[in-house]
């Protein structure tokens, strides 16, 4: 019996094994890490925020919040930027027909991502960006009624994801785009002219 276990279970654990080393995340270089630390420092506080968006009877705001630091991961292809976030959000529903307006809040954690993609292979002049943010199961509190908007959250993001892709992507380019090269300068009035 112990001789059947071996001879089944010692392969099945070596190929377990050989798909977790494969599945594992690439260590990120000491460049992915100077990317992580540059990327700290400049990445706006608040990173994102917005008031006086609707909702059902009424408005809230939103601000997006740094809730750790940024992991960054590089291939050959593109970069792969994980960030983990704090969203809080605030605002008023209003029931016309109770008439009564209620002041509410929510917030939620998540790990955003984003993947910066050459527009050609290799140049890195135009990075276009693809971003991903996860809503989990989130409910406003209402002065004691709650309600869920994790399904209303992901539907804002949907609509304003690609806007924001576009904002980031406009940003980095004006980060690398290459200098106009400087006039040249005048020549010296020292310089030797050619004899007629």
């Given at each position: 019996m112990k001789q059947l276990i071996k001879s089944v279970l010692i392969p099945v654990c070596s190929v377990a094994?050989?798909?977790d080393a494969?599945?594992?995340p690439r260590t990120p270089t000491i460049t992915d890490q100077l990317l992580a630390v540059l990327l700290e420092r400049h990445l706006?506080?608040?990173m994102y925020e917005q008031a006086s968006n609707p909702w059902p009877g009424g408005d809230y705001s939103l601000q997006v919040q740094k809730?750790?630091?940024p992991e960054?991961?590089?291939s050959e292809t593109n970069i792969h930027v994980k960030i983990p976030l704090k969203v809080l959000i605030s605002g008023k529903v209003a029931n016309d027909m109770l008439q009564i307006k209620l002041a509410c809040s929510s917030s939620f954690t998540s790990i955003g991502e984003i993947v910066f993609t050459p527009?050609?292979?290799g140049v890195i002049?135009?990075?276009t960006s693809a971003i991903t943010l996860p809503v989990p199961p989130t409910t406003a509190n209402c002065e004691g009624l709650q309600f869920p908007i994790d399904d209303y959250l992901k539907t804002v993001i949907a609509q304003n994801k690609r806007q924001w892709e576009l904002k980031l992507d406009a940003e980095l380019k004006d980060m690398l785009q290459e200098k106009p090269a400087q006039e040249s300068l005048p020549k010296?009035?020292?310089a030797a002219t050619p004899q007629q």
């Open positions: 094994l050989m798909i494969a599945a594992a706006p506080e608040p809730a750790g630091r960054v991961t590089s527009a050609k292979p002049t135009t990075l010296s009035k020292s």
